[in-house]
């Protein structure tokens, strides 16, 4: 099992332009999140999605669109890039929505917006 | 509001040295606690999941404990592959997500 995979690993943009970042499962689950990292802070979500059909915001969903592609895939865009979404990205999943529920996460997309 | 803090920010240990590190929560009907390790340029990888205060988990050389205001990870004769950020995080009832503390740095030297 692969887990959770993302791609692109790493990319840079000019602001104004836009980019999606995808994320798989191989694990069956039926929730996956979004997540940013940055220096100095804890992990923030951005949306997550507790069932195939179903995506909601979380704490700093601004400037960001997700699409549940299906049970495995959860994409996240950025519709017009900003300096201020400089980040690494995370995805992650759980075998079910809820806080007692632990998540597993892929190994990140580093983003630098110019 | 949900709150978590971990303290202390960085932590330099000399391998065979045993310490704590903290994890402060205020959170409404506590539903799960969790810690991860992380490596540098990795995602987070699940150690321990704590749902009621007086449980404890045990993996190799970590031990994770939880009162109902804090949780600690013991580290027991670390060694330098110990050397990661270790993250906590936990969730309640109230506000339905998880909150992430900003992460101790462990640093294990030989």
């Known amino acids: 099992n692969a887990g959770v995979t993302q791609t692109p690993k790493f990319q840079v943009l000019k602001t104004g332009q836009s980019m999606t970042l995808q994320c798989a499962q191989d694990?069956?689950?039926?929730?996956m999140y979004w997540y940013r990292q940055d220096p100095g802070m804890g992990l923030r979500l951005i949306y997550y999605s507790a069932s195939e059909g179903t995506t909601d915001k979380g704490e700093v969903p601004n400037g960001y669109n997700v699409s549940r592609l299906n049970k495995r895939e959860f994409s996240l865009r950025l519709e017009s890039a900003a300096p201020s979404q400089t980040s690494v990205y995370f995805c992650?999943?759980?075998?079910?929505?809820?806080?007692?529920?632990?998540?597993?996460f892929g190994p990140g997309t580093r983003l630098t917006v110019l | 509001e949900d709150q978590v803090t971990q303290s202390p920010e960085a932590l330099r240990l000399q391998e065979g040295e045993s310490s704590s590190l903290n994890c402060s929560y205020t959170v409404s009907g506590l539903r799960g606690l969790f810690w991860y390790r992380q490596d540098p340029g990795k995602g987070p990888e699940f150690l321990f999941t704590?749902?009621?205060a007086g449980e404890e988990k045990e993996k190799e050389r970590l031990k994770a404990t939880l009162t109902k205001k804090e949780s600690f990870l013991h580290i027991t004769a670390p060694k330098p592959e110990d050397s990661a950020t270790y993250l906590c995080t936990a969730g309640g009832t109230s506000y339905g997500k998880l909150t992430f503390g900003q992460g101790t740095i462990l640093t294990v030297h030989p």
């Open positions: 704590l749902y009621s």
């Open positions: 694990m069956n689950h039926n929730s």
């Open positions: 992650a999943s759980s075998e079910l929505a809820g806080v007692d529920n632990e998540q597993f």
